[in-house]
C-alpha cells in the first residue's frame, strides 16, 4: 500500500551541523568542509541508489556537489545560521526504480522552481533491516536563490514563522498531487493523501512518529526474537494505535 510521507527539517549551526556533511552522507560521497577544514568520506555509505542536482537555469557551477555545499556554508555568517533544509520523501514501493527517480527529480524541480534554490537529490534503497519497501528520498536545498554568479538572497518565505506554515502546507499538497499522478500513470489503483485522518473525515488514529533510536531499539529486539512484541513505549503505543484502527476497520 503507497504510503504518504514529507518531512521538512532545517540544517542548522546551532545544532552543531554542517550542511557539508549532510550533504556528503546523503549521497554517499566524499566532501570536505572547507570552513571547518574537515573532510566527510561516506564512499562506503550502503544504499544510495541514486543521487543528482536539480539547479536553477544557468547555475551550472552547482552541479559541483563540493562547490555547492562549501558555497552555502561560506555565504552564511550567523553562528545559528540555517546553512540548508531537507525535504524526506516516502517513494512508492509501487513503483520500479526509474518511476521513482522520476518522482523524486519532479518534485526537486518544483523546490527549485518555486523558491530559486539548488536541490540535491539522495534516492535511498531501504535498509537491510525493517520494512523492505522502504524506499525514499532526501532532497537538500540551498537556503538562498541561486544563479549564474553563485548564491543570493535568502528565501524568507521559508524562514518567517507568517509564512513557513502555509509553504509547507502547500508544497505537501504538491507531492500527494505528483505521487498520485505517478501511481495513476503505471495504473497503480493505491493514492494517498497529505491531510491528517482528521481532516480526510476518517475515525482512525494516526500512529506516533519512532524516531531513530526508538526505531533501532525495536529493530534490534526484532532480530534476537523474530515476531516478538514491541520493547519501547513508542512501539508498544502504536501496536495499540494500529490495533484500535483495525477494530474499527472491521466494525465499518
Same mark, same amino acid.
Given at each position: 500500500?503507497?504510503?504518504?510521507?514529507?518531512?521538512?527539517?532545517?540544517?542548522? !549551526?546551532?545544532?552543531? !551541523?554542517?550542511?557539508?556533511?549532510?550533504?556528503?552522507?546523503?549521497?554517499?560521497? @566524499?566532501?570536505?568542509?572547507?570552513?571547518?577544514?574537515?573532510?566527510?568520506?561516506?564512499?562506503?555509505?550502503?544504499?544510495?541508489?541514486?543521487?543528482?542536482?536539480?539547479?536553477?537555469?544557468?547555475?551550472?557551477?552547482?552541479?559541483?556537489?563540493?562547490?555547492?555545499?562549501?558555497?552555502?556554508?561560506?555565504?552564511?555568517?550567523?553562528?545559528?545560521?540555517?546553512?540548508?533544509?531537507?525535504?524526506?520523501?516516502?517513494? *512508492?514501493?509501487?513503483?520500479?526504480?526509474?518511476?521513482?527517480?522520476?518522482?523524486?527529480?519532479?518534485?526537486?524541480?518544483?523546490?527549485?522552481? #518555486?523558491?530559486?534554490?539548488?536541490?540535491?537529490?539522495?534516492?535511498? @534503497?531501504?535498509? #537491510? @533491516?525493517?520494512?523492505?519497501?522502504?524506499?525514499?528520498?532526501?532532497?537538500?536545498?540551498?537556503?538562498?536563490?541561486?544563479?549564474?554568479?553563485?548564491?543570493?538572497?535568502?528565501?524568507?518565505?521559508?524562514?518567517?514563522?507568517?509564512?513557513?506554515?502555509?509553504?509547507?502546507?502547500?508544497?505537501?499538497?504538491?507531492?500527494?498531487?505528483?505521487?498520485?499522478?505517478?501511481?495513476? =500513470?503505471?495504473?497503480?489503483?493505491? =493514492?494517498?493523501?497529505?491531510?491528517?485522518? %482528521?481532516? +480526510?473525515?476518517?475515525? +482512525? %488514529? *494516526?500512529?506516533?512518529?519512532?524516531?531513530?533510536?526508538?526505531?533501532?531499539?525495536? =529493530?534490534?529486539?526484532?532480530?534476537?526474537? *523474530?515476531?516478538?512484541?514491541?520493547?519501547?513505549?513508542?512501539?508498544?503505543?502504536?501496536?495499540?494505535? =494500529?490495533?484500535?484502527?483495525?477494530?474499527?476497520?472491521?466494525? !465499518?
Amino acid at each position: 500500500m503507497a504510503i504518504y510521507h514529507l518531512s521538512v527539517k532545517s540544517i542548522s !549551526r546551532s545544532a552543531g !551541523r554542517s550542511v557539508v556533511a549532510a550533504a556528503a552522507y546523503r549521497a554517499g560521497q @566524499e566532501l570536505t568542509d572547507e570552513r571547518q577544514g574537515l573532510t566527510h568520506d561516506y564512499t562506503r555509505k550502503q544504499g544510495v541508489e541514486d543521487a543528482f542536482i536539480v539547479a536553477p537555469d544557468g547555475a551550472d557551477w552547482a552541479q559541483d556537489r563540493n562547490a555547492l555545499w562549501n558555497a552555502a556554508e561560506a555565504a552564511e555568517k550567523r553562528k545559528d545560521a540555517k546553512t540548508g533544509r531537507e525535504y524526506e520523501l516516502a517513494l *512508492p514501493a509501487e513503483l520500479d526504480a526509474g518511476a521513482r527517480k522520476e518522482l523524486a527529480r519532479d518534485f526537486a524541480r518544483e523546490l527549485v522552481e #518555486r523558491y530559486g534554490v539548488v536541490a540535491d537529490v539522495a534516492i535511498h @534503497e531501504p535498509g #537491510r @533491516e525493517g520494512d523492505n519497501r522502504n524506499h525514499h528520498a532526501h532532497i537538500l536545498t540551498t537556503t538562498r536563490m541561486a544563479g549564474e554568479d553563485g548564491l543570493g538572497a535568502k528565501t524568507r518565505v521559508l524562514d518567517v514563522a507568517s509564512t513557513a506554515s502555509a509553504e509547507i502546507e502547500h508544497m505537501r499538497g504538491v507531492w500527494a498531487r505528483q505521487v498520485n499522478t505517478a501511481l495513476e =500513470r503505471h495504473q497503480v489503483e493505491q =493514492r494517498v493523501d497529505h491531510r491528517s485522518f %482528521e481532516r +480526510q473525515g476518517k475515525e +482512525q %488514529e *494516526p500512529t506516533r512518529h519512532m524516531g531513530v533510536s526508538a526505531t533501532a531499539l525495536e =529493530r534490534q529486539a526484532a532480530r534476537e526474537i *523474530p515476531g516478538r512484541e514491541p520493547v519501547t513505549d513508542l512501539g508498544k503505543q502504536n501496536a495499540e494505535i =494500529r490495533e484500535r484502527n483495525r477494530a474499527l476497520e472491521t466494525a !465499518r
